[in-house]
């Protein structure tokens, strides 16, 4: 299937848009989250690479990132503060708003690949919460120089 990966792409956007759409039952103070444009740039290393992706928080609640995994290699969160990088054990998703993991920003640190990765790939992860359910993101292999249009440096 290797013909149709905007296809699997898209397929797994609009699932990954559903699931932020309320399986919570009738608790409607639970943070309700979805994730979207999520990609990893080809990395120029062997086994180490960076992902990017918007969380969004449609609940009334706050959570926290708290970890994440994934069949590549070991993932670990990363914190971007005055031009310094440092792991951190987890990073808050706000009530009716967004965690923003982006390039020169907070993102995802891929160490010890598994094998090479190649622009037309996906890997997958899975996203662990404080107090949400995990939720599963196939992110796609762009370009080293893709650059999402859909950020905005408003803030």
């Known amino acids: 299937m290797r013909g149709r990966p905007a296809l699997a792409a898209a397929t797994v956007i609009g699932a990954l848009v559903l699931t932020g759409c309320g399986d919570s039952g009738s608790d409607s103070s639970a943070a309700e989250l979805s994730v979207g444009a999520a990609y990893i740039p080809q990395p120029v290393s062997?086994?180490?690479?960076?992902?990017?992706?918007?969380i969004t928080n449609e609940g009334d609640t706050k959570d926290e990132l708290t970890s994440v995994t994934s069949d590549a290699g070991d993932v670990t969160v990363h914190e971007t503060a005055d031009g310094t990088m440092k792991e951190v054990d987890r990073l808050p998703v706000?009530?009716?708003g967004q965690l923003v993991l982006k390039s020169g920003g907070n993102h995802l640190m891929?160490?010890?690949?598994?094998?090479?990765?190649?622009?037309g790939q996906t890997v997958s992860v899975e996203l662990h919460f404080a107090h949400s359910d995990p939720v599963t993101v196939d992110m796609p292999v762009k370009a080293a120089t893709y650059r999402p249009t859909t950020e905005h440096s408003g803030h």
């Open 46 to 54: 062997d086994s180490m690479a960076a992902g990017f992706l918007t």
């Open 94 to 96: 706000p009530a009716h």
């Open 110 to 119: 891929f160490e010890k690949l598994k094998q090479r990765l190649e622009q």
